[in-house]
T-cell receptor, first 116, second 112 residues
Framework: DQQVKQNSPSLSVQEGRISILNCDYTNSMFDYFLWYKKYPAEGPTFLISISSIKDKNEDGRFTVFLNKSAKHLSLHIVPSQPGDSAVYFCAASEMNYGGSQGNLIFGKGTKLSVKP | NAGVTQTPKFRILKIGQSMTLQCAQDMNHNYMYWYRQDPGMGLKLIYYSVGAGITDKGEVPNGYNVSRSTTEDFPLRLELAAPSQTSVYFC???????????FGPGTRLTVL
């Protein structure tokens, strides 16, 4: 009954290449999606987000793509750097009846390793 | 700005003991949250608060209590610790709703 799924527990990429992290969701009412990055022994930090009215959002080396019909989003990191090695969490939320955004539902995370 | 701070960093409890996990933020955020993260799992919401004096249950509230007497502080209370509460606890805050939350470094709790 996971509403947000990150099916790849880990991903290994060579420095300078592209990293693609995937996330699938089941709740069609989700309309806001976020990616968080987490280093060991630290709390997650916000990376990038996208609203369901868009299909792409870019911030420097990070781009998030949203495919609503497939209920799929992906995070692209280009070029990947060793400092990007971390666990990446996908999260989603839906608008409440009151018009405010609801609580975040997190995936289990994907551990990215970028090799020098 | 210290951001979101949590104490303690680590704690071992015996079954049936109680403790309070402290959380404070200095960003004047209205929204504050408590999550737990079990090994290999995503974060699950325990309780949240949209302002001083207002708290509400999240996805996994059983065994926990919270209070929010000030904007800055949001302590989480465990009354009768159980092994199932062994987890890493994260406190977070946000200024304008649920999105773009700022997280503390976490408290690793073990109940034996």
């Amino acid at each position: 009954d996971q509403q947000v799924k990150q099916n790849s527990p880990s991903l290994s990429v060579q420095e300078g290449r592209i990293s693609i992290l995937n996330c699938d969701y089941t709740n069609s009412m989700f309309d806001y999606f976020l990616w968080y990055k987490k280093y060991p022994a630290e709390g997650p930090t916000f990376l990038i987000s996208i609203s369901s009215i868009k299909d792409k959002n870019e911030d420097g080396r990070f781009t998030v793509f949203l495919n609503k019909s497939a209920k799929h989003l992906s995070l692209h990191i280009v070029p990947s750097q060793p400092g990007d090695s971390a666990v990446y969490f996908c999260a989603a939320s839906e608008m409440n009846y009151g018009g405010s955004q609801g609580n975040l539902i997190f995936g289990k995370g994907t551990k990215l390793s970028v090799k020098p | 700005n210290a951001g979101v701070t949590q104490t303690p960093k680590f704690r071992i409890l015996k079954i049936g003991q109680s403790m309070t996990l402290q959380c404070a933020q200095d960003m004047n955020h209205n929204y504050m949250y408590w999550y737990r993260q079990d090994p290999g799992m995503g974060l699950k919401l325990i309780y949240y608060s949209v302002g001083a004096g207002i708290t509400d249950k999240g996805e996994v509230p059983n065994g926990y209590n919270v209070s929010r007497s000030t904007t800055e502080d949001f302590p989480l209370r465990l009354e009768l610790a159980a092994p199932s509460q062994t987890s890493v606890y994260f406190c977070a805050s946000s200024g304008t709703g649920w999105n773009e939350q700022f997280f503390g470094p976490g408290t690793r709790l073990t109940v034996l």
